[in-house]
């Protein structure tokens, strides 16, 4: 379904948070937070990729990075070929029209006293985009009923407490659409909901892109989730790439020992199901003081004095789209 | 005999005197070293039912109807006083937010040696070697028994809440959600552990998630809940594997896997009823797609289908669900 033009490039992307860490942090050295370090990949147009990893492993930060919502430590982003980090800030505001942004908990970001017609519209008025108040109605109705919230007169004059936590994803999803853009970026967009309504919500956004032929990032913890909504998947680990590829790939066939541990590690659906735990020593470090070399190697077990190198390890194509950061063969 | 048995129970809210129908009719057991997993949507009741176990409902919640016993003894109608008792020493339960749960203030062994002290009585110094001994056992460093929990990563925490579930040696714990909050990986050691301790100590389990994957993994007997109704209760093999009830057959089906084929993920149109109002009927009935006219008029019954395999519809036994797998 993708063509191979990338939509978006992202080139050794860092993104490091100063650390504050009292008195005596006036003799010693600056400490970061790196958590986006040295990240790269494409985007192909009308792709679906997921970004996955646990919690604190850059996965957002990277998502706010592309979106120029945080200024990087390093590195580019180009959007269509161009730079993002060149622009000046009205040349951005227009170009984030075409970058939407979607994100998990649709209560906190609709406003409870404004009407749906008013929250799925507002853009087009903040963005000058359109005066004339019948035009943009029709838009907002054009936009709820692809969402499928049809009647969209009906549910245009309600308020967001009368819609349930499916709908109102669904409302948020609308207002993205309404700029038709390019990339829509989803954080966790489903983890709200309820399994029996989360799937309608997958199953839509999917479809939509049919509709719309926007390209989607996707962000999520969980890799089930993600096997169901993307056709590309990066695993994060500690503000790096692990290991990314073709989802299929990455999930049935991992190679990274993280990727590995990581699907072992997600519960299945069937209890007659056997399946081998891969258990990782200690819990997700902090990507203050990171180790030397290989990140994960405090954690590995597939971990060799013989052909783990001191340097961090690079990204290698072991099959063509298949990408792994790992000296283990 | 059954460690907890919960018969017929009603909870209801009353927002003024309008009653919220949170739990309706629900009834189960659990055996020693056994684990029921609750499952089931936000707002399906399963943790007002567990919270109408230990009596720790909100003050406009209400037991209207039916009884729960522990041991053999009847909690329902005890006084507060000697619910206080019950608590933590025969039944204990593990909450979500395993952050929200301790005092940030007070050092995290002080608050578990306070438990100990309050319901054993004993001297502190007997109580903190307790502690010490528990930690161990949930695989934390007996020497961070005097850090603060801030000082503790969210898997360190829920371990330390579960040394504070185990320290009064209960009989039966209810774990709400132990592990939502927490990475797949940690998740996995939480489980783990919870499944050890279990073997050990021959604890019957109340664990409740919204998360089937969960149960499937961790569970030996399953019951899923819908709208304040219990709809199919039996062992965990025989719930996913041939489902009784459409609602359970559709929410296992709108579950993701890592394993096998991608198949088709299921949804369910619609949306859970308000409990106020809740449907005429099977509440299932406007989801359904097996509904029938009796659905609409008539509650189903609660009624065993085959061995130890339970379910609330008319159609029980009856439908065929497109026989995947």
Known sequence: ?329 | MAILEVENLKTHYYIGDKPVYAVDDVSFTIDRNETLGLAGESGCGKTTTAYSILRILPANGKIVEGSVKLDGEDLVTKSMEEMRKIRWKKASIVFQYAMNAFNPVLRIGRQIVEVIQEKEGGSEQAAALTVAGLFEEVGLEPSRIDDYPHEFSGGMLQRAIIAQALSCDPRLIIADEPVTALDVIVQNKILDLLRKLQAKYNLAVLFITHDLSVVAENCTQVGIMYAGNLMELGSATSVFKESLHPYTYKLIGAFPSVTGPKRRLEFIPGTPPNLMKPPPGCTFHPRCPYAQDICSKELPKFEEISNGHYARCHFAGQLEFGGEE
């Open chain 1, 1 to 329: 379904m993708a063509s191979s033009k990338p939509i978006l490039e992202v080139k050794n992307l860092k993104k490091w948070f100063p650390v504050r860490s009292g008195f005596f942090s006036f003799f010693g050295e600056q400490r970061y937070v790196k958590a986006v370090d040295d990240v790269s990949f494409e985007v192909p147009e009308g792709g679906s990729i997921c970004i996955v990893g646990e919690s604190g492993c850059g996965k957002t930060t990277l998502a706010r990075t592309i979106l120029r919502l945080v200024e990087p430590t390093g590195g580019e982003v180009y959007f269509e070929g161009e730079n993002i980090y060149d622009k000046t800030r009205g040349e951005l505001a227009e170009l984030r029209l075409q970058m939407q942004l979607i994100f998990q908990n649709p209560f906190e970001v609709l406003d409870p006293r404004l009407t749906i017609e008013t929250l799925v519209g507002e853009g087009l008025h903040i963005h000058n985009l359109e005066e004339d108040p019948q035009v943009v109605r029709e838009r907002v109705f054009k936009a709820l009923e692809a969402v499928r919230l049809v009647p969209a007169r009906n549910f245009a004059s309600r308020y967001t407490h009368e819609l349930s936590g499916g709908q109102l994803q669904r409302v948020a999803i609308a207002r993205s659409l309404i700029f038709e853009p390019k990339l829509v970026i989803a954080d966790e967009p489903v983890s709200m909901l309820d399994a029996s309504i989360r799937t309608e919500v997958m199953n839509l956004m999917t479809d939509l892109q049919k509709d719309f032929g926007h390209t989607y990032i996707f962000i999520t913890h969980d890799l089930a989730q993600a096997r169901y909504i993307g056709d590309f998947c990066i695993v994060m680990y500690l503000g790096r790439i692990a290991e990314m590829g073709p989802m299929e790939t990455v999930i049935l066939d991992p190679i990274h020992p993280y990727t590995k541990a990581l699907v072992s590690n997600i519960p299945v659906p069937d209890p007659t199901e056997q399946r081998d735990r891969i258990f990782l020593e200690g819990e997700t470090p902090t990507p203050i003081d990171l180790p030397e070399g290989c990140r994960f190697k405090p954690r590995c077990q597939a971990y060799s004095d013989t052909y783990c190198k001191p340097e961090e390890p690079n990204l290698i194509e072991v099959s063509p789209g298949h990408w792994v950061a790992c000296y283990a063969p």
